[in-house]
């Protein structure tokens, strides 16, 4: 399995949270090497305003996991599935490649998206993981088909 983690832009303003938001990203990052094990790929495609020593000091933290840098959609294209939180990405890449997303909102322990067709779209597009156990399991039981068929008859509707 090849995955794609797109994190959203987690600005910081002191080296306590510098810690924490590389600490998290490191957690979800070694999660998904595990999820894909010796033979699957991640790569880690940081917001563009990610701070650079955000990068290194997170890809030396896991120096031995299967992971890539990558910095442009298209070099995405032959993963399986893409990994973010509310990433503008999520849509970038399911309606680009045609492939689920899932959006992972750790510690958040559901989410209502009622009538909102923006949301409707996100769940056309994406799974949900609330844990890095639910993230594990979605990955185990990916329905690739089922999803890809909710994106392309989105594809086929009007946009408005």
Same mark, same amino acid.
Do not use: W
């Given at each position: 399995? &090849?995955?794609?983690?797109?994190? !959203? %832009?987690?600005?910081?303003?002191?080296?306590?949270? *510098?810690?924490?938001? =590389?600490?998290?990203?490191?957690?979800? $990052?070694?999660?998904?090497?595990?999820?894909?094990?010796?033979?699957?790929?991640?790569?880690? %495609?940081?917001? *563009? +305003?990610?701070?650079?020593?955000?990068? @290194? *000091?997170?890809?030396?933290?896991?120096?031995?996991c299967? #992971? !890539?840098?990558?910095?442009?959609? +298209?070099?995405?294209?032959? @993963?399986?599935?893409?990994?973010?939180?509310?990433?503008?990405? #999520?849509?970038?890449?399911?309606l !680009?490649?045609?492939?689920?997303?899932?959006?992972? $909102?750790?510690g #958040? *322990?559901? #989410? !209502?998206?009622?009538?909102?067709?923006?949301?409707?779209?996100?769940?056309d597009?994406a799974?949900?993981? %609330?844990?890095? &156990?639910? $993230?594990?399991?979605? =990955?185990?039981?990916l329905? %690739?088909?089922? &999803?890809?068929?909710?994106i392309?008859?989105?594809? +086929?509707?009007d946009? $408005?």
């Open positions: 399995m &090849k995955v794609v983690y797109a994190p !959203s %832009f987690r600005g910081s303003m002191d080296d306590l949270h *510098t810690n924490v938001v =590389c600490g998290f990203e490191i957690g979800v $990052l070694e999660s998904l090497c595990e999820i894909v094990g010796d033979k699957g790929e991640v790569l880690y %495609f940081p917001h *563009t +305003q990610t701070p650079k020593t955000y990068h @290194t *000091t997170i890809l030396e933290a896991l120096k031995g299967p #992971i !890539s840098h990558i910095n442009q959609m +298209q070099k995405a294209k032959d @993963t399986d599935v893409l990994v973010s939180d509310f990433s503008n990405r #999520i849509f970038e890449y399911s !680009s490649f045609a492939k689920p997303s899932i959006v992972f $909102l750790s #958040i *322990t559901g #989410i !209502s998206f009622n009538q909102d067709k923006f949301y409707k779209l996100l769940q597009c799974y949900f993981a %609330f844990s890095l &156990k639910d $993230l594990k399991d979605i =990955c185990k039981t329905d %690739f088909k089922a &999803k890809t068929r909710e392309e008859s989105f594809l +086929q509707r946009f $408005l």
